[in-house]
């Protein structure tokens, strides 16, 4: 079965703050993505991962990929207010070309 | 930047109703995807297609059937509502040629509620 697991459901963060985001899947994959939904809006892309060990970052964000391990980590460095969104990790499984399973979401609120 | 238009951002409607949600890129490209959002729960896909008049069954097809007569656009049809279809559906297109790995552009979204 194709899973993607993503943990926490809910992180409620200070600012200043450093968390993870994780995102396990269940079997080999081609590529995984890193999308931001701000609420009301759309969903936008924030990060590709194409192989193992790779590692992108944009400000206080960093992806990265351990598909021996098949998963994916979203690190927040020093979080702000404008951080807050709900964060989705998607896998397009080999073999299953362009379509994507996308994880449950984790709704981050970054307080004061 | 690729544009993806849904046609109405909220939408009621009644059970029994056949219903249709629109899609439309501008980008020209050959892969599209409707999806369904609900709360703990995700996105999951209802349908996708590859190409026009091609369409191919995601997760969760039953009660939703999809058109694609043109590449730029891509209905959804739901044949006859019913009311654990009220959802937050998303369309998306991506390309369908090299590079693969390019991310889906998503539209704004439809909330459809269903009396």
């Known amino acids: 079965e194709l899973k993607v697991e993503q943990n926490p459901l809910f992180l409620s963060m200070q600012e200043e703050k450093n968390y993870t985001i994780y995102c396990n899947y269940s079997?080999?994959?081609?590529?995984l993505y890193w999308y931001r939904q701000d609420p009301g809006k759309s969903l936008e892309s924030l990060f590709v991962l194409l192989s193992n060990g790779a590692v992108k970052q944009e400000g206080r964000l960093m992806a990265s990929l351990d598909t021996k391990a098949r998963l994916s980590t979203l690190h927040i460095t020093a979080a702000v207010h404008d951080l807050s969104a709900t964060y989705f990790c998607a896998v397009s499984f080999t073999g299953t070309a362009s379509k994507l399973t996308f994880g449950t979401g984790t709704r981050l609120q970054v307080t004061l | 930047d690729v544009k993806v238009t849904q046609s109405s951002r909220y939408l009621v409607k009644r059970t029994g109703e056949k219903v249709f949600l629109e899609c439309v890129q501008d980008?020209?490209?050959?892969?599209m995807f409707w999806y369904r959002q609900d709360p703990g729960l995700g996105l999951r896909l209802i349908y996708f297609s590859y190409d026009v008049k091609m369409k191919e069954k995601g997760d969760i097809p039953e009660g939703y059937s999809v058109s694609r007569e043109k590449k730029e656009r891509f209905s959804l049809i739901l044949e006859s509502a019913s009311t654990n279809q009220t959802s937050m559906y998303l369309c998306?297109?991506?390309?369908?040629?090299?590079?693969?790995?390019?991310?889906?552009?998503f539209g704004d979204g439809t909330r459809l509620s269903i009396l």
């Open positions: 079997t080999t994959s081609d590529r």
């Open positions: 980008m020209d490209h050959e892969n």
């Open positions: 998306a297109s991506s390309l369908g040629t090299e590079p693969f790995y390019q991310p889906q552009h």
